[in-house]
């Protein structure tokens, strides 16, 4: 069954640095959206991306945030200047139709740990 | 704006008990009702998930029906099982999956 796939599994950085989470969707899907969990708290939507543009996004993805399409088949979402409080889980979703009314399947997620 | 609010956790019950994880949201329309489960140190995974009202979502004994009425969408198993035990989400989607902050679910034997 195909599955979403994201890399790396864990990354450890230090504060400022940037990061680049990688993601590979579902192949025939078209919504896709990165989600972060920080440790011991509710999964938060970061944003949504559709046509190879931001359909959506949540206050958390400020301007340190950006994604992109490089490819046919990756999806990433890049954190210019690490914080402390970036430190969390990071899931990515996609889904084939009507953006958010279909189910999302999501990644096995990023464990990002800001020092 | 859209909310999914769900009871607070953990729930610990005993071994073949029966579960209900209560799931409420605010929402403009009607969207569609998910249920995802996180293991132990694993991702989120669809459990089950209904898209419009009185449909009912199931899956691995676990049962959901979408209450339009009591905008409600409150999770059940009869007789839950050690394995069971993990974190439980409730979401809303219209254009965003809007999640509930989750409800950690312990089975003892």
């Known amino acids: 069954e195909p599955e979403v796939t994201q890399t790396p599994s864990h990354q450890v950085t230090q504060m400022g640095q940037e990061v680049i989470l990688r993601c590979v969707p579902i192949s025939n899907h078209l919504y896709f959206y990165w989600y972060r969990q920080i440790l011991g708290q509710k999964v938060e939507f970061l944003v949504s991306f559709y046509n190879n543009e931001i359909s959506e996004k949540s206050e958390i993805f400020d301007d340190q945030f950006s994604v992109e399409r490089p490819d046919g088949s990756n999806f990433t979402l890049k954190i210019r200047s690490t914080k402390l409080e970036d430190s969390a889980m990071y899931f990515c979703?996609?889904?084939?139709?009507?953006?958010?009314?279909?189910?999302?399947?999501f990644g096995p997620g990023t464990r990002l740990l800001v020092l | 704006g859209d909310s999914v609010t769900q009871m607070e956790g953990p729930v610990t019950l005993s071994e073949e008990a029966f579960l209900t994880i209560n799931c409420t949201y605010t929402?403009?329309?009607?969207?569609?009702l998910f249920w995802y489960v996180q293991y132990p140190g694993e991702g989120l995974q669809l459990l089950l998930k209904?898209?419009?009202a009185d449909d009912k979502g199931s899956n691995k004994g676990f049962e959901a029906t979408y209450r339009k009425e009591t905008t409600s969408f409150h999770l059940e198993k009869g007789s839950v099982q050690v394995s069971d035990s993990a974190v439980y989400f409730c979401?809303?989607?219209?254009?965003?999956?809007?999640w509930g902050a989750g409800t950690k679910l312990i089975i003892k034997p």
């Open positions: 929402a403009t329309g009607y969207p569609s």
């Open positions: 979703a996609s889904n084939a139709g009507t953006l958010g009314q279909e189910t999302q399947y």
């Open positions: 209904a898209t419009k």
């Open positions: 979401g809303g989607s219209n254009y965003q999956l809007i």
